[in-house]
């Protein structure tokens, strides 16, 4: 069997005294979507956190594609990040307000240094085009869109890193129920053509069964099922 | 068997329109509130369903102009005859004064009684809400209060006067499922006891069925459909009803595309013309461009849709996609 794309053991966040994560596993394989669901405040955001990085976790191992990254220096992570993309609920508070969509999108090319003058572009209107958006929204700065939009528009950034993971931190809990429909249909085609996994945080129960391949119960930072 | 007649509404909405500066949000809407009946205001973002509610309560935001008439006027007896429980209870409550001398004083700004007596009744209320210790915890302040308790402590406050209408706005948006349920079970107990009617502002089509009587389910700033809530949501009659119930994910198949609507509600003053939702529509003709429907009754409800008779059964079907959308 080959390695799953993510695996996560005994896993533990803390904030000051507070146990936020509290021994978490979970494993993930390429092209599948396992659901994070459980009330507010269960942890289920600091465990993407602690996956992504993003905040270090206090114990526990992260492997991702098969390295460990919980021992690795911020300049090791850096070649891996990429790889694996968060999306967040706010569509418009992931996006800065003064940025055109297409700066936005050719932001993460231009770090990564696979940005050229030649192919850049095309590259970003692909990516547009890819989500959904007719790459003219390229022009348009994100308060001319709707949140359903802004939310195509924070995928296709985390597209342009091609990743192999995202960390979907409630994708659409600020959607209307006829946009997001639209937005969990892309996610579900993305993941069919590229093979993405998705970590998929969610406290919508009905979303989640029918969203996700698996699901994990949370609640005060541990795991009750799944 | 005696004949089903229609008691006088409790409440009765003509023509509202709701404008800020010179954009309407609101756009001629009509409706009725009956006696002791549950009425849920169903719509997306920006369809105008807080601010029906808001007129409703005499509290709409400032720079807001209006058209229309609401009667009778029970704004004018905001608290006694007609109450709010809002989205956010923290921000419904006073910080600096403990949560039983808050219902005491709502229940002395519309009754001579003593403060003892006062008192009593906001400790009974709490009481009935199922707040624990309810006698100590009325000498709480809200900070002191869990989030679905200080949900609780609101309801209880919105139904101490026994008003004839409770309006609540998303009263459950902020919390997550298992206190949802709680909340909405407290809610419908306590306007039950007190004989009020509910007027339920929500998103949450879950809630709808299991909560209300009616619904009226508003796009744009208009009406769409109006009639008993098991009807409207298992027989919908106008496209949108029926795009919106397609769209839910509890209603489709595990890993399927849902039927997803094309497109997003328009804003407020960028409206195209005709009907607001006809460039979302699968049925749109020309007249859908051109004239915007007139609500109709038809068979005990309300719906506003040039296309209705058309309309198939189940209406979902409009919205079946194939498997793929355009990439």
């Known amino acids: 069997m080959t390695d799953p794309l993510l695996d996560v053991r005994d896993l533990v966040v803390r904030y000051g005294d507070v146990t936020a994560v509290d021994h978490v596993s979970l494993s993930l394989a390429e092209g599948e979507t396992l659901a994070l669901n459980g009330p507010s405040g269960c942890g289920k955001s600091s465990t993407a956190l602690a996956v992504l990085q993003l905040h270090r976790p206090h114990a526990g191992e992260v492997r991702f594609e098969g390295r460990e990254l919980t021992t690795l220096t911020e300049r090791e992570l850096r070649p891996l990040r990429p790889r694996m993309q968060p999306v967040f609920q706010d569509p418009y508070g992931s996006l800065s307000p003064r940025h055109r969509i297409r700066d936005a999108v050719a932001e993460p090319l231009k770090v990564q240094g696979r940005w050229t003058g030649a192919d850049g572009p095309a590259r970003v209107a692909e990516l547009l085009d890819r989500v959904g958006l007719d790459p003219s929204y390229g022009d348009r700065r994100p308060h001319e869109l709707s949140g359903g939009q802004c939310q195509r528009v924070g995928i296709a950034r985390a597209l ?12 659409v809990s600020a959607l209307d129920p006829s946009v997001r429909a639209g937005v969990l249909n892309l996610l579900a085609d993305l993941q069919d053509d590229l093979g993405l996994g998705y970590l998929f945080i969610c406290h919508d129960r009905a979303v989640v069964r029918h969203f996700a391949d698996r699901t994990i119960e949370m609640r005060e930072g541990r795991v009750t099922s799944g | 068997m005696e004949s089903e007649r229609p008691r006088e ?3 009765s909405v003509r023509e509202l329109r709701i404008a800020f500066e010179g954009v309407e949000a609101v756009r001629g809407l009509s409706f009725d509130v009956r006696p002791r009946e549950v009425l849920a205001i169903v719509g997306e973002s920006g369809a105008g369903k807080s601010l029906t509610a808001r007129a409703l309560l005499g509290m709409l935001p400032r720079g807001a102009t209006t058209s229309g008439t609401i009667e009778p006027d029970l704004a004018a007896h905001r608290g ?21 001398d808050q219902l005491a004083a709502a229940v002395r700004s519309v009754a001579r009684v003593s403060r003892k007596e006062a008192r009593d009744r906001a400790v009974a209320a709490l009481d009935r809400v199922g707040i624990p210790d309810a006698a100590r915890k009325a000498r709480a302040y809200p900070h002191e209060y869990s989030g679905g308790m200080r949900q609780r402590a609101v309801i209880a406050m919105a139904t101490i006067n026994e008003p004839d209408i409770v309006v609540a706005d998303e009263p459950t948006t902020a919390l997550d499922e298992e206190h949802r349920d709680q909340v909405l079970r407290v809610l419908a107990e306590q306007r039950e006891a007190v004989g009020a009617a509910l007027v339920l502002v929500t998103h949450d089509m879950d809630v709808v069925r299991d909560h209300a009587d009616r619904v009226l389910v508003m796009y744009a700033g208009r009406l769409t459909e109006l009639g008993p809530a098991d009807e409207v949501l298992g027989r919908p009659r106008a496209p949108y009803t029926a795009g919106l119930l397609a769209s839910l994910p509890q209603h489709a198949s595990p890993g399927r595309r849902l039927p997803a609507l094309r497109g997003t509600p328009p804003a407020p003053g960028a409206l195209p013309p005709g009907c607001a939702f006809a460039p979302r529509c699968p049925l749109a003709t020309d007249t859908c461009r051109t004239e915007e429907p007139e609500p109709q009754e038809l068979q005990g409800r309300l719906v506003a849709c040039h296309h209705w008779p058309e309309l198939p059964h189940p209406a979902t079907e409009l919205f079946q996609e194939e498997e793929r959308q355009p990439a």
């Open chain 2, 9 to 11: 509404p409790l409440l």
């Open chain 2, 80 to 100: 006694r005859r007609i109450s709010l429980v809002p989205q956010d209870a923290l921000s419904a409550l006073s910080p600096v004064h403990p949560v039983g």
């Open chain 1, 160 to 171: 342009a890193s091609e990743p192999r993971l995202l960390v979907l931190d409630e994708p």
